[in-house]
């Protein structure tokens, strides 16, 4: 099963605690400015672990610092970067709430959709839960990723979805 850990500061700790099958996205929304130099470092590490690093929302920058892919959140549209060329491993992913946004991903060639968010969180009251979760993914042969409230205590659940993997925060710390 894929694993997908979104992280907003660099803590080895947590890291550390990954297994190669686990792919870090560097997501901070609370920041403006991307800080190269904490791109690279994160980066370094995530390379010597042996462990895939994705840049969220900045796919010039990932390129340019030779990530191993991207992650293109819900809320960005643009398709400027269907100009590129792109090394032959790196991996563009992104997310979708909703039918629309899943087509807009599907135009962008993401290899890869997170659908989110499939369980309660405590940032959102609404999430799809099971039934609409295959719903809304059924129409799509992409690979779908289960992303919000991913738990110990629900990962069973993820079987009965079309989910090839999960994303989260708290899973992993």
């Known amino acids: 099963m894929l694993k997908y850990y979104f992280i907003n500061k660099f803590d080895t700790n947590h890291i550390n605690k990954q297994d190669k099958q686990t792919v870090?996205?560097?997501r901070n929304y609370n920041s403006k400015k991307i800080d190269q130099n904490l791109i690279s470092k994160i980066n370094?590490?995530?390379k010597k672990k042996l462990i895939k690093?994705?840049?969220?929302?900045?796919i010039e920058l990932a390129m340019k610092l030779n990530l191993d892919g991207a992650y293109i959140p819900a809320f960005n549209?643009?398709?400027?970067h269907l100009a590129y060329s792109f090394k032959k491993d790196f991996k563009i992913v992104g997310s979708a709430h909703n039918f629309k946004e899943i087509n807009v991903k599907?135009?962008?060639?993401c290899k890869e959709i997170f659908v989110s968010p499939i369980f309660n969180t405590p940032k959102n009251e609404y999430y799809l839960d099971i039934i609409k979760f295959n719903f809304l993914t059924m129409r799509t042969n992409k690979r779908?990723?289960?992303?919000?409230?991913?738990r110990q205590k629900n990962l069973k659940?993820?079987?009965l979805t079309k989910s090839k993997g999960f994303g989260g925060i708290s899973y992993f710390e």
Do not use: D, E, P, T
Not at 53 to 58: D, G, M, T
Not at 144 to 150: D, F, P, Q, R, S
């Open 24 to 26: 870090i996205i560097y």
């Open 44 to 46: 370094k590490y995530c």
């Open 53 to 58: 690093f994705y840049l969220s929302n900045n």
């Open 77 to 80: 549209n643009n398709l400027k």
């Open 106 to 109: 599907k135009i962008q060639k």
């Open 144 to 150: 779908i990723i289960a992303l919000g409230g991913v």
């Open 157 to 159: 659940r993820l079987s």
